[in-house]
């Protein structure tokens, strides 16, 4: 019987090796070809005995379509074993490449202007699933990945327990090997989980997906996120965050026209972080089909932004990336098209 692999912690893969009669270090060997080099073909592990390889299911998924930006991102559908679908992206510059990875089938966060909630939730993926993510997005862009975002489709601190694991893998240097400066979880505020996160001893950046000055236009255009906590007890949570891990908090806020792009807007948000050890990403809105917002012009993104570096935040405007294949921010979907195959 197989076992899948990338859900396993590394002990229990050593376990499963000695059990098969086999030496211990076997497993490094194994590790060695699945998270460092994406190999998961037992055929290209020219030092790991196929029987021992094929004891265990690595990939579950496969790449149904992929989608290249002019840009350089590379989009991936995925599909899983019991033919539900998520989307994936990889993100390259010279410094560094990023896999930005969903955590959840679909969304229960109910954001009106984000495509991964349409539909709502299905189901959590497992740790292993999360990571085969990354693995998927190594081998279709050729290249390590240094950098993981969990800001793809689901609220990662939803399915608490899957994430954590596959953070673990990630920066377990018997694994994947990063490190965990590089890894990024995006929430929504959970009530009481980001104090959780706080409590693992992982040196992580957490991002708040705050999108609202004011709990009156959260709870309109995030009603689930805004029924969890209210805003004041999310940036206190992350202020909690950062005096434990020591870690700058990022807070996220995308732009959309005539809604929370105002100039009262913006004076709101200031007054809010301003106590905060953080800096704002602002990210104008990446259209999706039949919902009804757009951003805002390139003017007003940087006076909205002036106001805030006005009033002493540190802020950053987010430049897009994979617009043209619906890649970016908030654009992640679970691809319920049909797709035709693409190769492994």
Not at 61 to 86: F, N, P, Q, W, Y
Request: aromatic share 4%; proline share 4%; hydrophobic share 45%.
């Amino acid at each position: 019987m197989t076992r899948r692999l990338l859900d396993m912690t590394f002990d229990q893969l050593r376990s499963a090796v000695v059990s098969a009669g086999l030496s211990a270090y076997r497993a490094d060997q194994l590790a060695e070809w699945v998270y460092r080099r994406s190999v998961t073909d037992p055929a290209g592990m020219t030092n790991v005995p196929n029987a021992l390889a094929e004891r265990f299911d690595i990939l579950t998924s496969r790449i149904v379509r992929r989608a290249d930006s002019k840009d350089g991102t590379v989009k991936g559908l995925l599909e899983l074993h019991d033919g539900e679908r998520i989307e994936c992206a990889a993100i390259p510059t010279a410094r560094r490449h990023t896999a930005c990875v969903s955590t959840q089938v679909g969304c229960a966060m109910g954001c009106v202007f984000c495509a991964s909630g349409l539909g709502g939730l299905t189901r959590n993926l497992t740790g292993g699933e999360i990571l085969e993510q990354i693995i998927h997005l190594s081998q279709a862009t050729n290249r390590r990945v240094t950098n993981v975002v969990m800001m793809g489709a689901g609220e990662p601190l939803a399915n608490y327990d899957a994430t954590i694991a596959a953070i673990r893998a990630m920066i377990d240097p018997r694994r994947f090997d990063l490190s965990a400066r590089h890894i990024t979880v995006s929430t929504v505020g959970l009530g009481g989980q980001i104090d959780r996160l706080a409590a693992e001893d992982l040196p992580i950046t957490l991002a708040v997906s705050l999108h609202a000055p004011n709990d009156e236009l959260r709870r309109q255009i995030m009603p689930a996120a805004a029924a969890g906590a209210t805003i004041a007890a999310i940036l206190d949570a992350a202020g909690r965050f950062f005096d434990a891990r020591g870690r700058e908090v990022t807070i996220e806020y995308v732009l959309l026209a005539g809604v929370n792009d105002t100039n009262v807007c913006a004076m709101q948000l200031a007054r809010l972080v301003e106590p905060l050890r953080c800096k704002v990403n602002l990210i104008a809105y990446n259209g999706v089909p039949g919902l009804d917002y757009r951003a805002p012009s390139a003017a007003a993104v940087k006076a909205f932004a002036a106001r805030l570096e006005k009033a002493g935040v540190n802020v950053n405007i987010r430049r897009p990336r994979g617009v043209d294949i619906a890649a970016a921010c908030g654009q992640l979907s679970r691809g319920q098209e049909a797709a035709p195959d693409a190769p492994r």
